[in-house]
């Protein structure tokens, strides 16, 4: 198996821009996809195949993709953004997935 | 409109099973691979398995395999996940997604396993 890495927490300001980065070897070669959880709630998708933005998701939400490494990008951040992170990729059969460590965003 | 209701879970003891169940609503069911996650209390996100449109592939995490079992029945539109040799560290909410990278997700059911 592998692993993804993601920085435990990062914290930003209402309306500055939040940067959480996934890490890991298959990233180089397969999608990474993130997901955001609300406290209480069920994850929901935001990013998938690294860039694309499922409909009704903000366009404040971005994701980008160089080398092993992923970035899921929120400008103008918002106190709703309080959440906990995670990224998700696949192994190189692409079937069989792993999560991301998680990242808790902290609106201060 | 997308809906993913899971059910089955509950308190049981070690060595006990345990089988959940997900109905899915508001897609094609037999169009998409099923995925199930859980998450243990104050942890983060953990892939389970899943399984192919027909039921002809599943995969697993290596700590579940041969203690549990995905399979569907497109025709009920229905997830399942027979759990046995249940133990402590299975204890999650458990929760059912559509597709190979969980586009939409159900709310979750827990389990618990406890003496």
């Known amino acids: 198996s592998f692993e993804l890495t993601q920085p435990p927490s990062v914290s930003v300001s209402p309306g500055q821009t939040a940067r959480i980065t996934c890490s890991g070897d298959?990233?180089?070669?397969?999608?990474g996809h993130w997901y955001q959880q609300r406290p209480g709630q069920a994850p929901m998708l935001v990013i998938y195949?690294?860039?694309e933005r499922p409909s009704g998701i903000p366009e404040r939400f971005s994701g980008s993709s160089s080398g092993s490494t992923v970035t899921l990008t929120i400008s103008g951040v918002q106190a709703e953004d309080e959440a906990d992170y995670y990224c998700?990729?696949?192994?190189?059969?692409?079937?069989?997935?792993?999560f991301g460590t998680g990242t808790r965003v902290t609106v201060l | 409109e997308v809906q993913l209701v899971e059910s089955g879970g509950g308190l049981v003891q070690p060595g006990g099973s345990l089988r959940l169940s997900c109905a899915a609503s508001?897609?094609?069911?037999?169009?998409?691979?099923m995925t199930w996650v859980r998450q243990a209390p104050g942890k983060g996100l953990e892939w389970v398995a899943n399984?192919?449109?027909?039921?002809?592939?599943?995969y697993y995490v290596d700590s579940v395999k041969g203690r549990f079992t995905i399979s569907r029945d497109n025709a009920k539109n229905s997830l399942y996940l027979q759990m046995n040799s249940l133990r402590g560290d299975d204890t999650a909410v458990y929760y059912c997604?559509?597709?190979?990278?969980?586009?939409?997700w159900g709310q979750g059911t827990l389990v618990t396993v406890s003496p």
């Open positions: 508001g897609f094609t069911f037999n169009d998409f691979w």
């Open positions: 997604a559509s597709g190979a990278v969980a586009t939409y």
């Open positions: 298959p990233l180089s070669k397969q999608y």
């Open positions: 998700l990729s696949a192994d190189s059969s692409s079937v069989f997935y792993v």
């Open positions: 399984i192919k449109q027909d039921g002809s592939e599943r």
């Open positions: 195949k690294d860039t």
